[in-house]
C-alpha cells in the first residue's frame, strides 16, 4: 500500500481532528471542469474517501496522487 504524506491528510471540517483515509473510488467526470483533470491512464478521476475517528464524519476529495502509483495500489489491493 502507498505511504501517505503529512501534507495530504484530510482534517475534519466537523471537529478538527485527522481523518482516517477510508477508500479510493475510480469516478468518471460529469462536469467539463473536471475533464481536465482526468487521468489519461485511468480514464477518470480517483476520488478518497475519508472517515473521522472522533465524530464520525466523512468527507471526499480528488486524489493528487500520480497514476503510476494509483495502478500500484490497485494491483497490490487486487492481489492480496
Do not use: W
Amino acid at each position: 500500500m502507498p505511504k501517505t504524506s503529512a501534507k495530504s491528510k484530510m482534517i475534519c471540517p466537523r471537529c478538527g481532528v485527522e481523518m482516517n483515509h477510508h477508500s479510493d473510488k475510480l469516478v468518471y467526470p460529469a462536469e467539463a471542469k473536471d475533464m481536465e483533470q482526468v487521468d489519461p491512464n485511468l480514464g477518470g478521476l480517483v476520488e478518497e474517501f475519508h472517515s473521522c475517528p472522533k465524530c464520525g464524519g466523512a468527507a471526499a476529495r480528488h486524489s493528487k496522487e500520480s497514476s503510476a502509483s494509483a495502478s500500484a495500489a490497485c494491483t497490490q489491493d487486487s492481489d492480496g
